[in-house]
């Protein structure tokens, strides 16, 4: 029952994934399905989600206060793709620094919708954005989303990083999401868009993390009105 597995500890939880996988890449439909119960119930804690808002009130203070991203807000759509790239990766820097991580080089790429609007690459400690029309390159807080959103992967990436190194204990506010997510990205952990449902996708801790602070994070910036 959902109750149950949420009461359970995060030990608990990440031995029964390791179990269900056992070493596999692919599990069968059932066993997909079990899978994204116990992604439901694997939640953050309060502790890493205080820090987490901490985190992401500190960049959206950053952003209101510089003039130049601000300027670029209201002109986005008529600036040079070089402009915007010199911009992007001005927010992203300024994310990097905030959660202490190395910088992720931002880089564009061009591929019609259907499609990703962005993704991060661990091997290339980049992230890939797509500049075609059909993404709203134009607006300038789908672009914060998307940026922000991939940010978050590299902070996830490295957050794995550093628990692999030792270098997180327990009782560390961001020791059992590190292992929540190094289990995400362990053999036949990932959801891939392509071959689940958007919710199955969206919902598994790498995504749903990255999603909730790119929509937080523009909205901080600049409320709805």
Request: charged share 25%.
């Amino acid at each position: 029952a959902p109750d149950a597995l949420l009461a359970m500890p995060t030990d608990a939880k990440l031995d029964l994934l390791a179990k269900l996988r056992a070493g596999r890449g692919r599990l069968e439909p059932d066993e997909q399905a079990l899978q994204r119960k116990l992604y439901d119930a694997l939640q953050p804690s309060p502790e890493f989600l205080a820090l987490e808002a901490r985190r992401q009130q500190e960049l959206a203070a950053r952003i209101r206060e510089d003039d130049e991203l601000m300027g670029a807000r209201d002109a986005w759509a008529g600036l040079s793709m070089e402009d915007r790239m010199a911009l992007l990766q001005r927010t992203v820097t300024m994310e990097c620094e905030i959660y202490g991580m190395p910088v992720a080089r931002v880089e564009f790429f061009e591929q019609a919708m259907p499609g990703p609007s962005g993704y991060f690459s661990r091997e290339a400690q980049a992230m890939f954005i797509n500049t075609h029309p059909s993404v709203e390159m134009d607006d300038f807080a789908m672009m914060l989303d998307t940026v922000v959103h991939e940010n978050v992967h590299n902070y996830q990436a490295e957050l794995v990083r550093r628990l692999e190194d030792g270098l997180l204990e327990p009782g560390d506010p961001e020791y059992d999401q590190a292992r929540i997510f190094q289990a995400n990205w362990a053999r036949g952990g990932y959801v891939d868009a392509e071959q689940a449902d958007h919710a199955a996708y969206r919902t598994q801790p790498l995504e749903a993390e990255a999603w909730s602070a790119g929509t937080t994070v523009p909205l901080l910036v600049q409320p709805p009105p």
